[in-house]
């Protein structure tokens, strides 16, 4: 089985760094210049990150809509991708990510938006590398 190969360069490394020091509009930033000249699927892989991204930066501003919201379509693109081609070739263990943001989204959905106003949030996911 081949792995889709996932462009990977020095702006996906800061994305990443970013994403993990909760600058998430930074890492946004970092990687949108990727997303912009990709090819079809890496653009949904980086649109799917940056999505991800924007969901936290609404959940920090404590913006249940747009960070419930945002998560979801950055989720749709990640299983949009994988009914496409398959299993990526990243070196970041993408569908842990995936599925800790499924998590934060459940977990928003559950509590709803009474809980996000009334302490601070404690459900920050972060990118791992391959080893």
Known sequence: ???????????SDAG???????????AHEAWEGIWMTAEPNA????QGLIQLAAGFVKLQ???????????????EKFRGLDDAVGELDAPI??????NQCRGVRVSLL???????LAK????W???????
Request: hydrophobic share 35%; aromatic share 16%; proline share 8%.
């Open 93 to 98: 263990l993408y569908q842990k990510l995936v």
């Open 125 to 131: 996911p972060r990118i791992e590398y391959r080893e």
């Open 16 to 26: 990443v760094f970013l994403f993990n020091q909760r600058e998430y509009w930074s």
């Open 61 to 75: 501003q404590r913006q249940h809509k747009g960070a419930v919201g945002n998560l979801r379509k950055g989720l």
């Open 120 to 123: 601070p949030w404690d459900l």
């Open 43 to 46: 653009k949904k892989f980086y």
């Open 110 to 116: 559950d509590q709803g938006e009474a809980r996000l």
């Open 1 to 11: 089985m081949s792995l889709y190969p996932i462009p990977w360069t020095p702006a």
